[in-house]
């Protein structure tokens, strides 16, 4: 990790835990089919999950952006990983620190479809 990156990565996290928690005006929330597949109210289960993971280490946020995680739900693993894309969502954000040009994209899914 460069300066630069290691200098980013606390804003980073604070505008991926933000949207992780519920501030979907920096971005964009996509389910997989095994997420799909599951009723309505286990899926607001698993997204209120996600939304209060906070057990980042050093081990599963090598760089400090709170942009992966993992949860337990009924005995299965669920993986959310954000990505940061231009406003278009055609290109990745060449400055993912910055709400202006960028749009985060969280992606809910089972850990058999990773």
């Known amino acids: 990790m460069t300066t630069t990156e290691a200098t980013q990565a606390p804003t980073i996290a604070q505008l991926n835990d933000r949207f992780r928690q519920g501030d979907h005006t920096l971005g ?7 997420v799909q597949a599951l009723s309505s109210v286990d899926q607001q289960e698993l997204f209120r999950l996600v939304r209060t993971f906070d057990d ?7 760089y400090g952006e709170h942009d992966f995680g993992s949860v337990e739900f009924q005995d299965e693993k669920y993986f ?3 990505d940061y894309y231009d406003k278009s969502l055609k290109y990745g954000s060449e400055a993912p620190r910055d709400p202006k040009v960028t749009t985060r994209v969280l992606t809910l899914m089972h850990s058999s479809e990773y």
Do not use: G, S
Request: negative net charge.
């Open 80 to 82: 959310f990983k954000i």
């Open 56 to 62: 980042f280490t050093p081990e599963n946020d090598p």
């Open 28 to 34: 964009q929330v996509f389910t997989t089919q095994l």
